[in-house]
C-alpha cells in the first residue's frame, strides 16, 4: 500500500484534493505501522531483510498502483525509485524527490 500510493503521488497528476489528501494520510499511517513492526522485530532492519522486502513488494505495489489509476504503466518506473530511508521517514517528502518525474 505504501509503495502503491508514492506512486500514485508522483504517476497521477492529474487528481483531486481528496485523493491525495487520503493517499499522504495513508502513506503516513503505513510508515508508522512498518516503523513498529520494525522496531518490535529488529533483525527485520537487517539490510539483507530490507533488501528483500523492497523486493518482494515492489512489483505489488506498482502492479496496485497500475489497477487503481487506469493509467499507462509506462508511466510506472520499472525498477524502484524508493530507498527503505525514503519509505521510512515520515519526514521525507519523497513523492518530490525522486529522480524519475513523469511531468517534465
Avoid: C
Amino acid at each position: 500500500m505504501l509503495i502503491a500510493h508514492l506512486l500514485k503521488l508522483q504517476v497521477q497528476v492529474d487528481r483531486a484534493r481528496t485523493n491525495e489528501k487520503g493517499w499522504r494520510d495513508t502513506i503516513r499511517t503505513q510508515r508508522r505501522s512498518l516503523l513498529w513492526h520494525l522496531d518490535q522485530n529488529p533483525g527485520l532492519k537487517s539490510p539483507a531483510q530490507m533488501t528483500k522486502a523492497l523486493e518482494t513488494t515492489w512489483g505489488d505495489g506498482r502492479d496496485l498502483a497500475i489497477r487503481e489509476t487506469g493509467l499507462d504503466p509506462d508511466l510506472f518506473p520499472e525498477d524502484n525509485p524508493f530507498s527503505a530511508e525514503h519509505l521510512l521517514d515520515p519526514d521525507n517528502a519523497v513523492w518530490y524527490s525522486l529522480a524519475w518525474d513523469v511531468r517534465t
